[in-house]
């Protein structure tokens, strides 16, 4: 799981939408939970039950944001 803390809760609605691109040019999907300014990223791929190639070129992508 990754978290971050933002200042604002307009903040976390960008920080969520600026990883739609990545998501969409992996067509690999995270399950996000936004509080406020909170916002919690879960990697993982339903079919393989667990952790693939995706889930950490995804974090990667993420990770440089």
Do not use: R, W
Not at 19 to 40: G, R
């Amino acid at each position: 799981c990754i978290s971050t803390l933002l200042q604002m809760g307009s903040l976390a609605i960008d920080f969520v939408n600026s990883l739609v691109e990545p998501a969409e040019q992996l067509a690999h999907h995270p399950d996000i939970v936004i509080k406020y300014n909170q916002v919690f990223i879960q990697l993982t791929t339903h079919d393989a039950q667990g952790l693939t190639e995706l889930d950490f070129q995804l974090a990667t992508k993420i990770s440089q944001l």
